[in-house]
Structure formats: C-alpha cells, structure tokens
C-alpha cells in the first residue's frame, strides 16, 4: 500500500439553489405548464459551486486541519469525504477503513438501552460485532455510565447520550478517521479526554483530518492544516501558517452605519512594528482606536474588550475606567487613543471588541464586534484563559514514611 | 454493480442490527408482543371469511372449510405485501439522521424493512399452519411450492421496496398514494375471491404480479394441486426485473439522498 491515505483531485460540488418539487402534485403541474411554455429544455441557473477545484493529500499518519468562516465549503468538504454525498466532478481516493466523528449520537435508537445501542452504533460505523465485543469494557469504561447501560437511551441526560456516542465512535480503530466539532460535547473533564483520545488516535497512527473553526483545537490537534475560502483552497501549510493566513481573511471593517451621530472610523491592533494579528502570550500590545462624530456629541468613552470563540469576555477596559475625562467632539472632529496591552493571555484566538459608550446614560453608540481578531501563540504550555507564566522550581518524590499493610 | 453488491455484503452484519434494531422496537413497548404480528392477518382472513360466507348466501351454495382455508392461505401473505411496501416508503425518511449523517449501503434499509415484515409474517405464517392442521386440511406434494412462492413474493416486494423508498424520498406524496392503492389493492387481488369465478376474464387480474402467487399459494396448500406454473414464471420475471431495476434505481438515486431528504 502506499503512504497516501486520502487523496483528493480536483474535486467540485455544485448545489442548485431555490426551488425544488419535492411532491409529484407540483412536479406534474410545473412540467405541463413548462410544456405550454415552451421552456422545458430551458436549464435552471441557479446553481452555484459550494466546492472549486479542492486537491490534496494526506499521507499515513499525519493529521490535517481543515479551516475556513461558515460558508467556505467545510461541511460539503466533510460530508464529501465521508462519501455521504458524491462531488458533481473529481475524484477521491481513501487507502483502509474511513470512520467519521461527525454526529456520534446518529446511529442510536432512543428505546433500546445502551448495551443495544453500543452494538447498533458499532456495526453502523463500521464495526464488526466480534471487534464490539472485544472493545465492550473499553467502551463503557470510557463513556462512565456503567450503571445505566442497560436503560433505554431515551431516559438518558444529553451529556450522557453524546459520551456513550463518543465511547463507540472514538473506538473504531478507522486508518483515515474525520473529526468535526464533537469536542463541545460533555462536560470540561469528558472534553478532555475526547481531545486526549484523539491525540492517542494519532500517535497510533491514524490518519486524522479535523475540521473545525475554533483555531485552538486545530493548533492543539494538527500538524498541517487547509484554509478555504468561497469553496476554494486557499492555502496548505503548517497549522500556524495557516492560522495567521485564516485571521488576515477576516472580514474587513464594514463602514459604520450612514445613521450613527458618532462610529469608529478605525481600530488597529499592531506590535512595536506594526499591524500585527499574531502574538506571543506575554508580548506587549497597543490597540489605536479612532472615533469621528458626525453631530456634536459629549461625554464619551472608549471601551475595549477580549472575547474568546466562546464569545466569553475576558478581559475590559475604558478609557473612562482607566481614569480618562469623557470627551465630546464637534461634527466631523475626531477621537484618537491608544491602549497599551501586555498580553498575558493563553494560547487561542481572542476577539476585540471596540465600543463608544456614554456612562452617564449607559447608552452604547457604536460597536465593532469583532474589531480585530488576534491570536497567541504560547512556548509554556498552559491551558485556560490566562497565562500566569508558571515555573516549576520545585519537584521531588518521597517515599512513603511508613510501611503500608499489604494485602 | 458486482462492487455494489460486494459492499453490500460486507455490511451484512448491519442488515441483520437493523432488522434487530425494528423488530425490536416494535415489539419492546407493546403490551400485546407478539400479538401484534398475527392481529392484522386475523382482521384479514375474518373479513375474508365474512365476504366468502356472503358468497355461499347468494350462490345458495354451501360454505367449506377448503374456501376458508383457502382465504386464510390467501390472507396471510397479503398482509405480508402490504406491510412491507408500506413500512418501506418511510424507511429512509424515518432515518433520517443515518442517512444524511454516516455513509453505508442505504439500501439496508428497504431490506430491512422487508425483513422485519417478514418476522411477523413468519409468525403468522406458524400460526396459519397450525391452524390449518387443527383444520385437517391435509398435505400433498405439492406443499413443495409455498417455500418457492413464498421467495417470489419476497423478491417481488424487495423490489418494490427499493422502488418505492427511493422515489418516495423525491416526491413526499408518493407514500399517500401508495396508502391509497394498498387499502383498495385487496379488491384488484384474489385474497377473498378467486380467480376462476370470474370465468376466462378473470386472467386479466393475474397480471397484477402478486395474483398469481396468491392463488398458486392457495392451490398448493388448500386445494392440493400445482400452481398454474406460466403465471408463477410471470410473476418471478416481474419479480427479478423489479428487484434488479430496483436496485440499479436505488443505487443511481443513492448520492442524492442526503442532499434531497
């Protein structure tokens, strides 16, 4: 066999927007009608390429993330690749077993218990029933709910219902395994032991194409990752690459609304440099906003805020809040600041936020959401939100100080 | 197609879960169990009997334990027909999430549908045949028939199956339709009556596929005597022909599956 796992060349996909008969009451009356017409032949243009022109590779072993905004073309990239749909043109070619982590729940049925549901599910992805049988203690083991398999899955909680999904899908030993975003499923501890199973997937050898938009995941998971945009690939390159490329697509700043008395004209995000959207967790940030009124305003402030992908905020300022008059400005004057930032942020992509805001009247007067996205890159490795930059400066094992009865 | 089918195979063992899967079902959250499976022939052969017995009022003929035999033989497979085109025309939309989310064979599902109704059918079928010895209906040698007519009717209704889930996923009202001409079809079929009343005319209703197979059914089992063996052939003809073009319809609609559902 040789070291390709999956290839793609030159793959497209068109879809056909609008509508479609799906009851012969319309089809019959839509065709007859064409027939008077005269338009039966005349082809329906609209149609449009959710794919264009997509090749790649993956060989044995490696692992490649798929990135790119809703709308690029992942999901028909993902249902392509797991052969639930066929491209219009191009070819596919998968060397073993392909398995997908997509909808892990899909295959169960709510009235039989989980011990049913385990074997369904398995033969489903793929599994024989000797392989379920062999891997059956592995599999409730890592789902946790061994008191409850053999309930009907219908009485089970949704955290419930999506581990046992995950136990089985997670053990299908796939040579070419595609993961989407199942990692939100469960609680913090289970997500963890998803991400970990995956990695161990990959250090046995499995080829593991991730598609996702959260860059954290895919910077944690992949070594190369894929960029597409409007259904082409724009880019193939190590995961960091990719990622930088993936944040400078980010939508340009869309002029503020002709109505608002007062919007901000620009935000930037540089280093000591320049304009920069890649950072060093720790590294120092200055964030320039400007704001331009159209109609005398007063007692204005800036604020700025961080927000992770889960929309979380964690971290705000103002300028009131930093100890700043609120300012006021005539017709066309302008408003410039400039924060200074020491990014002691974990590694991850952060969104800022930039708003003009009133504090006496609490009225928010515009909003940039997001302003600019960054991301930090980090050499300690360290989790969460924040990077409290820890050293180890101390570590030893002792043995025990007495002796412990043996059974 | 040699690769199709050889796919086919390889996921055998999900055709047999997911036959499991809806007997299962089906059967778990009923009080009656398996009950179920033999209540809707009962309904058919008692309304069977019910039309024969107005029969023998009007041709002032006596009614005999052959005739009912003969509507109860007649019954139990149709019943068999009809549950399986009906279950078929939802088995892909009734599954909806495997369709547009894993990729496997998807015409596990027909099958499995066809395979499901044909549990209950062997159950009734047991019944039918104990039934038929309490009755002392006898045997013969031609008994050796049912198992190859049986088979015809499978064939024919996988065939149908394949049709019908397949079209029924493009078009929503097919499955009423089919509704419509399942509830009517047991006047256009030789359940209660059969064929030879309607005297040399009555050939035009054998070419409805399932006709001659009931009647060949009727006349191996109650009247001991050889099915008409041209119309048996007709029927397995429409038969392989509908399962094979079936087949070949389902596999080429199959990629546009998860995109239409």
């Known amino acids: 066999m040789s070291d390709v796992a999956l290839r793609m060349e030159q793959i497209y996909k068109k879809f056909r927007k609008g509508e479609v008969y799906n009851s012969l009451r319309d089809l019959v009356p839509a065709i007859t009608g064409k027939m008077f017409r005269g338009e039966l032949n005349a082809s329906d243009k609209r149609e449009f390429w959710a794919l264009q022109d997509i090749s790649f590779e993956v060989k044995r072993g490696e692992s490649l993330g798929i990135i790119g905004h809703n709308g690029a073309g992942k999901s028909t990239a993902l249902k ?199 950072f060093e967790s720790g590294e120092k940030a200055w964030v320039d906003v400007e704001v331009t009124a159209r109609e005398a305003i007063e007692k204005l402030a800036v604020v700025i805020w961080f927000t992770d992908e889960s929309q979380y905020i964690i971290f705000h300022t103002s300028t009131e809040r930093l100890g700043y008059a609120p ?74 100080s007495t002796q412990c009865c043996e059974v | 197609m040699r690769m199709e089918l050889k796919e086919l195979y390889k996921y055998r063992e999900l055709l047999y879960m997911i036959t499991y899967r809806d007997i299962k079902v089906r059967y778990k959250q009923s009080v009656m169990g398996f009950l179920w499976a033999i209540l809707m022939p009962i309904l058919i052969v008692m309304s069977g009997v019910i039309v024969r017995y107005a029969y023998s009022i009007v041709s002032h003929a006596p009614m005999k334990t052959g005739d009912i035999a003969n509507v109860a033989i007649k019954s139990v497979p149709w019943a068999f027909v009809v549950a399986s085109i009906r279950s078929t025309c939802y088995c892909l939309s009734g599954n909806r999430d495997l369709v547009v989310k894993i990729y496997f064979p998807k015409e596990i599902f027909p099958m499995a549908a066809v395979l499901a109704c044909l549990f209950d059918f062997a159950i009734a079928f047991g019944a039918l045949v104990i039934i038929l010895i309490l009755m002392k209906v006898g045997w013969s040698i031609y008994l050796l028939w049912a198992p190859v007519l049986i088979a015809t009717t499978i064939i ?74 041209p119309w048996f052939i007709y029927s397995l003809t429409v038969g392989l022909v509908t399962l094979i073009g079936g087949f070949v319809l389902f596999k080429y609609l199959e990629p546009e599956f998860a995109e239409t559902i």
């Open chain 1, 80 to 278: 392509i690749l797991s052969r639930i749909m066929k491209p219009t043109k191009g070819r596919m070619i998968v060397n073993g077993r392909l398995s997908a982590l997509i909808e892990v729940t899909a295959g169960f049925h709510p009235d039989l218990t989980g011990m049913e549901n385990i074997f369904l599910h398995g033969t489903i992805l793929g599994m024989s029933k000797r392989e379920i049988q062999s891997k059956l203690d592995q599999i409730i083991a890592f789902s946790g709910i061994e008191e409850f398999i053999n309930t009907p899955v219908k009485r089970y909680s949704s955290g419930m219902f999506a581990r046992l999904g995950f136990a089985v899908a997670a053990h299908v030993d796939p040579e070419v395994l595609i993961v989407d975003e199942v990692l939100s499923v469960g609680d913090y501890v289970f997500q963890q032991r998803c991400l970990d199973r995956i990695r161990e997937i990959i250090q046995n050898g499995t080829t593991v194409l991730f598609v996702s938009h959260n860059l954290k995941s895919v910077t944690e998971i992949c070594e190369r990752a894929m960029l597409l945009d409007h259904g082409r690939v724009i880019a193939i390159d190590k995961t960091d690459i990719v990622a930088r490329k993936y944040l400078s697509l980010s939508a340009p700043l869309a002029p503020s609304e002709q109505s608002k008395p007062v919007y901000i004209s620009k935000v930037r995000v540089r280093d000591c440099a320049g304009e920069q959207s890649t």
């Open chain 2, 156 to 229: 024919l209704c996988l065939g149908i199956g394949m049709i019908l889930s397949a079209v029924s996923l493009f078009f929503r009202d097919v499955k009423h339709i089919v509704e419509v001409l399942l509830t009517f079809g047991i006047f256009f079929t030789p359940v209660f009556y059969d064929v030879q009343m309607f005297g040399p005319r009555g050939k035009l209703l054998l070419l409805n596929p399932v006709a001659p197979l009931l009647e060949g059914l009727g006349a191996c089992m109650a009247k001991h005597a050889s099915p008409d063996i």
């Open chain 1, 327 to 400: 300012f006021s400005l005539q017709p066309g004057g302008t408003y410039r600041c400039t924060f200074e930032l020491s990014l002691n942020i974990a590694h991850g992509t952060f969104h800022l936020v930039a708003e003009i805001h009133r504090y006496d009247i609490e009225k928010g007067y515009d909003r940039q959401e997001p302003a600019a996205t960054i991301f930090i890159g980090s050499s300690i490795a360290v989790g969460g939100a924040v990077n409290c930059f820890p050293k180890l400066i101390e570590s030893e094992t002792a043995a025990p």
